[in-house]
């Protein structure tokens, strides 16, 4: 029997109509199961968790079948409460599914210690935007000491205390420089 004799067959077409209804018949079933595996008509809008505590967004959430996990707090805002969030993800307004994580980033209580690096002997314009580029900010009124090199980094204080190169304070603290007046020997 040649091959186009055997695919005109009725035996042929019997079991190409059997493989047809079978692929059909299991995309059916498939798809009834993944909608209800999936739970594909169910969605939840995520609330807006921003500036709610732990104990409160673990509430809120259970309350809606979502789940938390707290990614980072290694940022400060002084708009936040310390230790609420100030950003998550999927963010407020989103559609989830149930038991869907939501990943939060918490404020941390106060600012991060930075170490204070070494800025004497250099200029004044250096020091400042070193320090500015750790977090610091400088004050508006630098003391003047006897010097020959003017404008020249002789010392650092902090609220009217002298400091030392390798301190640790709070990022966005205020520092002032004490500087060389260009009259000394």
């Not at 067959?9 to 999936?38: E, H, P």
């Not at 805002?77 to 994580?101: M, T």
Request: aromatic share 6%; no cysteine; charged share 25%.
């Amino acid at each position: 029997m040649s091959l186009l004799n055997f695919v005109k067959s009725k035996t042929f077409l019997k079991q190409l109509g059997v493989a047809i209804i079978g692929l059909l018949v299991f995309v059916v079933i498939l798809m009834q199961w993944m909608k209800i595996t999936t739970n594909h008509s169910q969605k939840i809008e995520v609330p807006d968790l921003s500036k709610l505590t732990i104990s409160e967004v673990k509430v809120k959430l259970e309350e809606l079948d979502l789940k938390l996990k707290i990614v980072d707090s290694a940022n400060y805002n002084p708009d936040y409460p310390p230790l609420s969030v100030i950003e998550q993800d999927p963010e407020a307004g989103d559609f989830v599914k149930e038991s869907r994580k939501i990943y939060l980033k918490i404020n941390r209580p106060t600012y991060q210690n930075v170490i204070i690096p070494d800025v004497l002997r250099k200029s004044r314009r250096n020091a400042e935007t070193v320090l500015i580029s750790v977090g610091f900010r400088i004050g508006n009124n630098p003391k003047y000491i006897p010097d020959i090199a003017k404008d020249v980094v002789r010392g650092l204080y902090h609220k009217g205390k002298a400091i030392e190169v390798g301190t640790k304070l709070p990022k966005n603290s205020v520092v002032n420089l004490k500087l060389g007046d260009g009259n000394g020997r």
